[in-house]
T-cell receptor, first 114, second 109 residues
Framework: DADVTQTPRNRITKTGKRIMLECSQT?????MYWYRQDPGLGLRLIYY???????NKGEISDGYSVSRQAQAKFSLSLESAIPNQTALYFC?????????????FGSGTRLTVV | DAKTTQPPSMDCAEGRAANLPCNHSTISGNEYVYWYRQIHSQGPQYIIH???NNETNEMASLIITEDRKSSTLILPHATLRDTAVYYCIVISTGNQFYFGTGTSLTVIP
């Protein structure tokens, strides 16, 4: 099984619908992140969480909300989806206590809002 | 965290060394240089990181200039599977990563 699992892998939804993207990890890391990637662009940080009780906004949090249900689970919600939220979404984890402090990414969720 | 500047795209012949530059002139003493790559639309993959010494692992080498204002990622023998977008990130330990647009490397047969 993958260290960081995102569900669903692909999703098409209609404008105005509420949608949740889920992320779970088996790394045991406290820190989790949600990024968004638009075609031809780099990744932009939406929200991040340093532990279960900690939630922080990133560069582009408007229109999104998150929930850290447990150390291993971090969900991203679009309360009322709009077409310009069509993008590739990545979840990631990290452990600042490790020597590398690298991020581990999931495989991504491709979201299309029509 | 310091900003980075990378060329938008580069080509490299298969089997040759690929040298990807990154400028980070505002880097501070406690900031690390990280390199990640993203193949097609997969999740970014960690390559290597360093503070001030040159580093090497099974994937690549990282050369950091003495003044730490720039670095070069070296893929010693590029293969077609190294075609990807490469991101250079400068960050202090414990902070969150901010990605730029990276360098799109195309390895040519």
């Amino acid at each position: 099984d993958a260290d960081v699992t995102q569900t669903p892998r692909n999703r098409i939804t209609k404008t105005g619908k509420r949608i949740m993207l889920e992320c779970s990890q088996t790394k045991g890391h406290d820190r989790m992140y949600w990024y968004r990637q638009d075609p031809g662009l780099g990744l932009r940080l939406i929200y991040y969480s340093f532990d279960v009780k900690d939630i922080n906004k990133g560069e582009i949090s408007d229109g999104y909300s998150v929930s850290r249900q447990a150390q291993a689970k971090f969900s991203l919600s679009l309360e009322s989806a709009i077409p310009n939220q069509t993008a590739l979404y990545f979840c990631a984890t990290s452990d600042p206590g490790s020597s590398g402090y690298g991020y581990t990414f999931g495989s991504g969720t491709r979201l299309t809002v029509v | 965290d310091a900003k980075t500047t990378q060329p938008p795209s580069m080509d490299c012949a298969e089997g040759r060394a690929a040298n990807l530059p990154c400028n980070h002139s505002t880097i501070s003493g406690n900031e690390y240089v990280y390199w990640y790559r993203q193949i097609h639309s997969q999740g970014p993959q960690y390559i290597i990181h360093g503070l001030k010494n040159n580093e090497t692992n099974e994937m690549a080498s990282l050369i950091i200039t003495e003044d730490r204002k720039s670095s070069t990622l070296i893929l010693p023998h590029a293969t077609l599977r190294d075609t990807a977008v490469y991101y250079c990130i400068v960050i202090s330990t414990g902070n969150q990563f901010y990605f730029g647009t990276g360098t799109s490397l195309t390895v040519i047969p």
